[in-house]
């Protein structure tokens, strides 16, 4: 029998929900950087958010975050994990590398959030955090691209942190992890709209032929 209009209409429409949900999930799932009290000059505890994105099922078991040659950095111990922060010549911390202990590491499907407490920021309204994310299968993933020249997020994009003034009460957040949250929860909600249209689209086609 031929599908009818409703009922051709109801399936595309919860395609789409589909696909648009699926994408929220994907905008989200970048390495990302927070810290709601940084401001310049002063100290904070950053948080950076590792989601596992392996195709292969491989487990996330190492990463190494890139540091603007900060004066002090303290990381937070986490179970399973063991870290190694890296100092120039000058003493300055550049790098923290957290690895997994064997048989630990971040399953797919899975996140981990690594916290570091870092002292006297510097007085720039932007940080940049370069990271390399390392698989058990051997994979490795360097969040390091900035963003297109024409505004539009790249596909491996730098963990970014905004800072307050020096003084401010203002409260900065992410910029990467303001818009990948906004963009999936716009998604979702026309997701959702549309998966209740196609439901509903079904229930009236199901009633009329009743």
Same mark, same amino acid.
């Given at each position: 029998m031929a599908l009818s209009f409703v009922s051709r209409t109801a399936i595309t429409a919860a395609i789409s929900a589909a696909a648009l949900l699926t994408g929220a999930g994907?905008?989200?799932a970048h390495v990302t950087v927070s810290a709601p009290d940084a401001v310049q000059s002063g100290d904070a505890v950053l948080t950076f958010r590792v989601p596992n994105e392996s195709g292969t099922n491989g487990?996330?078991?190492?990463?190494?975050?890139q540091f603007p040659s900060l004066l002090s950095v303290d990381a937070q111990p986490i179970p399973g994990w063991k870290s190694v922060i890296?100092?120039?010549? +000058? %003493?300055?911390?550049? #790098?923290v590398t957290w690895t997994a202990d064997p048989g630990a590491g971040i399953a797919p499907g899975q996140f981990q959030q690594f916290q570091v407490l870092a002292d006297d920021l510097p007085d720039q309204d932007h940080l940049t955090f370069p990271a390399t994310q390392t698989y058990s299968d051997g994979e490795v993933v360097k969040w390091d691209q900035a963003e297109n020249p024409d505004g539009t997020e790249p596909e491996r994009p730098v963990p970014t942190l905004d800072l307050a003034p020096k003084g401010s009460d203002h409260k900065p957040t992410t910029a990467?992890?303001?818009d990948h949250d906004a963009?999936?929860?716009?998604? +979702? %909600?026309?997701?959702? #709209?549309?998966?209740?249209g196609a439901l509903g689209g079904t229930a009236f086609a199901t009633r009329r032929r009743a």
């Open positions: 994907v905008a989200s487990q996330t078991t190492a990463l190494t975050v890296t100092k120039d010549a +000058g %003493g300055k911390v550049t #790098a990467a992890t303001a963009t999936a929860r716009w998604l +979702g %909600g026309i997701g959702i #709209a549309l998966a209740a």
